[in-house]
């Protein structure tokens, strides 16, 4: 980010001390996912933060010089990876979830060639499978697909997702993602973001799984087709890694990032792992829960009291110790969640969870403190939380934990308000919960 000076020629000023952009009402963008009609990010729907007319209004906020380098080192479908890319800037993103980056990778590479190909691959494809009277349905399916579909739509999906596989084409990652992103369009029961709740009948958006599966190959085929990739003078990647490692951050050379446009998980919120496994599921990415944790949520940063463990919270403990009144705030809070819980018979361990979060954070700004260049600034949307009634102000956390990186804190500022969908429970907090920027400049 440049440095201005203000009107008096005396105090330095950044672009980023101006009032944050409001989010766009309405237009292209969900407030809280990707965008259903931008180009790239219309391919498959992820939790994502913000959308993509927001992402570019930040980052147009950062005053880049054209052809910058952006990071996101929670990266996931790349909302921020693709405004970059519209902006002219290059784009590292670094996302824990593969099955994520591998998306996101998609979105933001060289295509294979004419995209024309993916979409005759794929009308062939259905062509084939509408012409075989195959029951493509069997009894090792996990029990979560074949409760979500019709036996009938089931089979077709199936008989889908082999043709891909035995495809060899190369555009066979583009026709899985096509397919995975069918899947909650033809559902017969709730699958919502982020529950998946096969108990819960629902009329199917679309009946029928052909069509609409074409339909999502032909998106895919006009936004490759409009998009200029004869202009290689920018780069666009993700890594499928953990952002606390430094080996993640690899193809990013220190100082070398103009800025960040990022949204970590929340504390106590879902688990990106939990909430894709209807699509991990179906392509047989993962078959059982264990080895979902083995596997797919491994490098992800503890949020939520399922991924916590007893030796993680000790060793993420001793890590803070390091973060002198931080460390004192979070130990703080770990002893009333722990006193919290056992009040209760079953209570949740987020006395674990709540150490292992921000010792993780900490790595992560600490990491970000390295890759981004001097003077140049990191946007954070981030939500609060209160388990048990604690209020834990994530947001205003890493902004000290992030002084001690090599950050300062520029602005936190209230963006929307959280936690209404629970508003009707009376046995829960009243306390208002909101999600909030930070705004950190790298000094
Ligand atoms: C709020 S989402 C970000 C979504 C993103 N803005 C987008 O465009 O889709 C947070 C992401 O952080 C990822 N994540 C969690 N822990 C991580 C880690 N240690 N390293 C990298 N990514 C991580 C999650 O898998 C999730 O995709």
Redesign the pocket.
Known sequence: MQQTTDESGTEPTTPLDSAVPQEPGSGRGRSHG?SSSEPFDRWFR?????ASDYASLLLGQLGLEPGSLIV?????????GTSARSLGHSFVG????PA?AELATIKLQQPPGDPALLLETGRLLVEKVRADQTDHVTDDLPELVRRCFTAEVLSILIGLREGIVASGSPWTTYLKWGLLATLRDVASVRVGWPYQNPGMQRKPRHSDPFSRFVRRLEWMAEDIHNWDWADRQQSHAVVA????RRS?WELIAPASAAGCV????YLNNFD?ADATRLELYFWGEVRTWAEMCSTVRA???TATTQQSSVAAARSAEAFLAQHGTVADEVADLATKLRDERKQRPRGKEYDRVVPEYFA?MSQ?LANLSLALATNSCAVWLVGDSAPYGVYIDTPGIIGRLAREHGFGVKQDVKLRKRGQRWSGNAARHNLELSERLILLHRE
């Not at 996101?72 to 479908?77: K, L, V």
């Not at 890694?241 to 606390?244: A, I, Q, V």
């Open positions: 990707t992820y939790p994502a933060g913000f996101d080192p929670f990266a996931g479908s790349a909302v921020t670094i996302e824990a979830h994520i890694g953990d952002s606390t993640s990022s949204s970590p998980p990106y490098g992800m940063v993780s992560i």
